[in-house]
């Protein structure tokens, strides 16, 4: 009872004449922890900026949660939650206050947003904090806080660009567990990271490399594949084929 | 609706926890009244003059010690070589060299005119001509006391001048300059401040997250300069008071008129705000344009020089510069006492102006790239 939420044919994104994406193509199911792997500058952001609307392609074809991303854009907006790579919430408001204005922004209404407000700082365990300036917070802390606000108004979908970027191994642990819960309740998650243990904790990943998708499937299959003993090697074979190639 | 109230609601939680705010809205306007309205006078006092006397008979002491009484000159000294006062003057030592000719007493007793001779040091233009200016009614004034002392009035049959202030009786260029300033003052908080307001949230990458969000362009924008629109008004209602506890500015004309006209007003500023943040992608950049129109605008606004004195063409660009017209209708509403109907094409302008701006930065403004 498979169903695709992100479907993507030939979607391709210049700048000038740069090919930052190349006429990739793939899905994702509803419910799926998809891992979107490659190395910097290899295009993640960028299908992930497509795909949420951010920018506009320059050609292709890509669906998310039904609404197309040429026109539909605010549609899609409404259905899925995001966590840039760079921070982005504001380090001069309180964690509550940060969730109470993305919730209003939204269009919750007070009585959702105090009821969701309150499971998210549960889940997260972000209580002791609540009433504390982002600005005194670590990093992990303040990456678990947008994790909650991304996920505030329940969308089909949840774009992670890089959300473990910087933080300590015991953190990201308890990321991923949070991950897991999201995906557990119906979300689908898409993630990007260059993190090769982390690729292993997903239900698909997808590899870029210079604009394109070299490898796509499960880890097992694509440590198969490559006859690979791990993630790391499976990347390492991909990104050094290309070398070859050159 | 509510969504607008959100974001209201932060950005008056932002603003007012950052600590540079508090001064900025309170202690600003205040040094503003108070020191530029104090320097930027146009009135000129103590300009240096050095007499020369070739003539030195009664007549002409009496000329030099009318000179020496008058507030508006500082007589230096009293020559009797009509080349080491203009030596004095190259060298920068004087402002101007009156020189009183040979023959004065004789000539002005026998009833032939006489002419004096004023060399004034002009790079400073306005001080030089208003300072001949001032010469010119002494030596008339004495000339005419002459006249009646020797008891010849009517045979001058002389045309007198005599002069009445209207709206600022005692030429009090507080009154004239105070006005001015309160407009400059919330253009720069609400042109500033909107602008880098929205850049900052750039050059943090916040806008990114609200970009993300289905939050339509116009709720973003309200919501933004709302919060601006309030300070603003607040910051001109502050200034009004301060102008009039302390310099005693009159107010004729009707506060709330020039509140509803502020309100008009700062749609103009607010838009030039929107619509750098939409060219810029650093609070230095947006800072640094928001300045350079700033200046025109400030130069070319009637404020300091008279928009009448300008070239032609320059007083053409003038119809563009939104501030002009503002002060003009602060100075017309509070030292006139003009009603709606003599600034109703200000509003139809300005109203005007604001509307365009704001919906060429609400085109200018995109969510997706």
Redesign the interface.
């Known amino acids: 009872m498979s169903e695709a939420v992100i479907q993507v044919e030939n979607l391709t994104k210049k700048f000038g004449d740069f090919y930052a994406v190349k006429n990739i193509d793939f899905e994702v199911e509803r419910g799926e922890v998809f891992g979107f792997l490659g190395a910097n500058g290899a295009g993640k952001t960028t299908v992930m900026k497509m795909l949420c609307g951010l920018i506009t392609p320059t050609s292709g074809k890509a669906m998310v949660a039904g609404f197309n991303v040429f026109g539909q854009q605010n549609e899609i907006k409404k259905n899925i939650g995001y966590m840039s790579q760079r921070f982005s919430l504001y380090e001069d408001l309180t964690v509550i206050e940060n969730i109470t204005f993305y919730g209003g922004i939204y269009g919750l209404t007070n009585a959702e947003i105090k009821e969701r407000a309150y499971r998210l700082i549960e889940m997260h365990g972000l209580g002791e904090v609540k009433n504390q300036l982002l600005a005194s917070l670590p990093l992990g802390w303040k990456q678990k806080l947008a994790f909650s606000v991304a996920l505030i108004h329940r969308p089909q979908i949840v774009f992670l660009d890089e959300p473990t970027g910087g933080v300590d191994p015991i953190t990201r642990r308890q990321f991923w567990e949070s991950i897991y819960e999201a995906a557990h309740s119906g979300i689908t998650l898409f993630v990007t990271t260059h993190y090769m243990d982390e690729a292993e904790y997903c239900d698909r990943i997808s590899m870029m490399v210079d604009g394109e998708i070299k490898g796509l499937g499960t880890p097992t299959e694509l440590k198969q594949l490559h006859h690979a003993k791990n993630m790391d090697e499976v990347f390492v074979n991909l990104a050094r084929k290309k070398e070859f190639i050159e | 609706m509510?969504?607008i109230?959100?974001?209201i609601?932060?950005e008056f939680?932002?603003i007012f926890?950052?600590k540079a705010m508090l001064p900025i809205i309170f202690i600003i306007p205040m040094i503003q009244l108070l020191i530029l309205s104090n320097a930027a006078t146009f009135e000129i006092q103590n300009i240096n003059i050095v007499v020369v006397d070739d003539d030195n008979t009664v007549t002409s002491h009496r000329l030099i010690s009318k000179l020496e009484g008058s507030p508006y000159f500082n007589l230096q000294e009293v020559l009797n070589n009509r080349q080491n006062g203009l030596k004095k003057l190259d060298k920068g030592q004087t402002n101007m060299v009156l020189e009183i000719p040979l023959y004065f007493e004789k000539n002005i007793t026998n009833h032939i005119p006489v002419k004096l001779q004023l060399s004034a040091d002009a790079i400073d233009g306005v001080k030089a001509g208003l300072g001949s200016g001032y010469i010119q009614s002494i030596v008339s004034e004495f000339g005419n006391a002459l006249i009646q002392v020797s008891g010849q009035t009517t045979a001058i049959g002389g045309v007198r001048i005599s002069y009445s202030y209207w709206y600022n009786e005692n030429l009090d260029y507080k009154t004239f300059m105070v006005p001015g300033i309160l407009v400059l003052l919330i253009t720069m908080i609400g042109s500033f401040l909107s602008g880098m307001n929205i850049v900052r949230e750039k050059e943090?990458?916040?806008?990114?997250?609200?970009?993300?969000?289905?939050?339509?362009k116009h709720q973003f924008i309200i919501g933004k300069l709302f919060p601006f629109i309030v300070i603003g008004i607040f910051e001109l209602s502050f200034g009004l008071a301060l102008a009039r506890i302390i310099f005693h500015t009159p107010f004729i004309g009707s506060f709330w008129l020039i509140i509803a006209f502020a309100l008009v007003y700062m749609l103009v500023v607010l838009g030039i705000g929107l619509l750098i943040s939409t060219i810029t992608d650093t609070q230095q950049q947006a800072m640094f344009i928001s300045w350079f129109f700033m200046v025109i605008f400030i130069l070319m606004s009637g404020l300091f020089t008279p928009i009448e004195n300008m070239p032609l063409w320059a007083q053409k660009i003038t119809l563009f510069n939104p501030i002009r017209y503002f002060i003009e209708v602060m100075r017309m509403v509070m030292l006139k006492g003009a009603g709606f109907q003599e600034i109703k094409y200000h509003f139809l302008i300005v109203g005007g102006y604001g509307v365009a701006l704001l919906s060429l930065a609400t085109w200018r403004y995109r969510?997706?790239?």
């Open positions: 509510r969504i109230l959100f974001i609601r932060k939680r932002q926890r950052n943090i990458g916040t806008i990114e997250q609200l970009n993300v969000t289905p939050i339509k969510k997706t790239t």
